[in-house]
């Protein structure tokens, strides 16, 4: 059922996204009296799972879900259908179309896309405002495993900036620190900058990112499971761990650090509880977790928005998004890091759905992932909307069009490309599932 849950997630946010962007093309098609002779949501190779011919044009829905399409009359296109090209052009084809009608037909979807995210990320602001944990507010520092060590952190840096910009949340920082070259900290009151290595990245990578960066708080207990070992034991919510077998205990870590390396050894317990010192006494468990959580809550803060200032706080959001997926490409382009790797089609898009149906990650997603479809279109590559633009931007500079040879030429080009990209997408994602069973 999980597994189901996730399915149809992903198919519900690809079919959203397809038909929004397929519209962004079509409208403007059929306003400037151009002909559109298919619009299908997913392809259709050979077959169609439905099809249904409205006026001049079919629509329907094809049985592969990795994307969409319209087809314009007089437009040479990833079909490659030349035979109407040889004709005389009619009217109502793309081809008979001033440049900048053109232009705007196929800036259509990648703009659709664009504004699409921009009005989900101003209504989640607008109903939820924006809650996070400030990078000022992690005041004892921060906490990193063996991954974080190796680019150089420490638990208990304070990070002050990411190539010399200060980031404002500490959820960003992971991310931020992926995407920069340095890293500044204070250290013990010292305040130092150093680089951040490829194969720190490669690192991070692979591992996801899991329990690679967190931050340091204070060892006063939230919640204590009921039934565990430390309930067991005494220990209550609110209780603050002063000490461990006479080890001084300052920090959350501390105590953590304690009990995952005591399985099945004895402990001795100092907690402070109003005002007073108690001594509890327990077993630890074969799986080093005694049952307590820490409270964090009181770290975080949410930004509240009216709507009219919700709009541009939306806009900046979609920029910051879109600026992230960009400066992805330049870990891509470091061989040391190995992202390629960690690229996800959608086998593994479909695993990051969760297994039950939640509307936050879903608007959420799919903001992100309508950004990512107009910034990929945008690409200058034959077969992608971008490659599209690059030949209408030569022609309205030029005053000519490139010639037919030379559009279909960059159309069987771009169709190569993209199908490498595929390959490697396709790739990874059933390594991943082949290693998980080695």
Same mark, same amino acid.
């Given at each position: 059922m999980a597994l189901l849950t996730q399915i149809l997630t992903f198919i519900l946010i690809i079919s959203i996204l397809v038909i929004l962007h397929e519209l962004g093309h079509f409208i403007p098609a059929k306003y400037f009296k151009t002909k559109v002779e298919k619009f299908y949501l997913f392809f259709?190779?050979? /077959?169609?799972? /439905?099809?249904?011919?409205?006026?001049?044009? @079919?629509?329907? %829905?094809? &049985?592969?879900?990795?994307?969409?399409?319209?087809? *314009?009359?007089?437009?040479?296109?990833?079909?490659?259908?030349? @035979?109407? #090209?040889?004709?005389?052009?009619?009217? &109502? @084809? /793309?081809?008979?179309?001033?440049? &900048?009608?053109? $232009?705007?037909? #196929? #800036?259509?979807?990648?703009?659709?896309?664009? /504004?699409?995210? &921009?009005? =989900?990320?101003?209504m989640l602001l607008f109903n939820n405002g924006d809650s996070y944990i400030p990078a000022d507010n992690v005041k004892y520092g921060i906490q990193v495993d063996s991954t974080?060590?190796?680019?150089?952190?420490?638990?208990?840096?304070?990070?002050?900036?990411?190539?010399? =910009?200060?980031?404002?949340?500490?959820?960003?920082?992971? #991310?931020? =620190?992926? $995407?920069?070259?340095? %890293?500044?900290?204070?250290?013990?009151?010292?305040?130092?900058?150093?680089?951040?290595?490829?194969?720190?990245?490669?690192? *991070?990578?692979? !591992?996801?990112?899991?329990?690679? $960066? !967190?931050?340091?708080?204070?060892?006063?207990?939230?919640?204590?499971?009921?039934?565990?070992?430390? @309930?067991?034991?005494?220990?209550?919510?609110g209780d603050k761990i002063t000490s461990v077998n006479g080890i001084e205990i300052n920090y959350w870590d501390e105590f953590t650090g304690i009990i995952k390396s005591s399985a099945n050894k004895e402990l001795s317990i100092q907690v402070l509880r109003n005002g007073s010192t108690k001594e509890l006494n327990l077993t630890v468990p074969e799986e080093a977790r005694i049952g307590v959580e820490v409270n964090t809550q009181d770290l975080i803060v949410t930004d509240e928005y009216s709507f009219l200032a919700a709009i541009p706080a939306g806009f900046n959001e979609t920029i910051n998004v879109l600026t992230k997926q960009i400066k992805q490409f330049k870990i891509l382009a470091k061989p040391k890091t190995e992202a390629y790797k960690s690229i996800k089609g959608p086998i593994g898009i479909v695993e990051m759905m969760p297994e039950e149906f939640d509307w936050s990650f879903f608007w959420s997603f799919l903001a992100m992932f309508s950004v990512w479809l107009a910034f990929v279109n945008l690409l200058p590559i034959p077969a992608l909307d971008g490659g599209h633009v690059m030949f209408l931007l030569y022609e309205i500079i030029s005053g000519r069009p490139p010639s037919e040879k030379v559009l279909e030429r960059g159309q069987i080009v771009g169709f190569v490309i993209i199908m490498g990209l595929m390959v490697v997408v396709f790739g990874n994602d059933i390594w991943n599932i082949i290693k998980r069973f080695i």
């Open positions: 259709d190779v050979k /077959f169609s799972l /439905f099809k249904k011919k409205i006026g001049d044009t @079919e629509y329907g %829905i094809g &049985w592969l879900p990795l994307g969409g399409y319209v087809k *314009i009359a007089g437009m040479i296109d990833e079909s490659m259908d030349t @035979e109407q #090209m040889k004709e005389e052009p009619k009217p &109502w @084809e /793309f081809r008979s179309k001033p440049a &900048w009608q053109r $232009l705007i037909i #196929m #800036m259509g979807g990648v703009t659709v896309n664009f /504004f699409l995210a &921009w009005i =989900i990320y101003t974080g060590e190796k680019i150089g952190l420490r638990t208990g840096d304070k990070i002050l900036a990411i190539d010399g =910009i200060k980031t404002k949340k500490f959820d960003d920082a992971v #991310m931020d =620190i992926l $995407l920069g070259d340095n %890293i500044t900290v204070d250290r013990n009151g010292q305040k130092i900058t150093f680089p951040i290595p490829d194969e720190g990245i490669k690192d *991070i990578l692979g !591992s996801k990112g899991k329990r690679f $960066l !967190s931050y340091r708080t204070i060892p006063v207990l939230e919640e204590v499971t009921s039934g565990k070992v430390a @309930e067991k034991a005494g220990i209550l919510p």
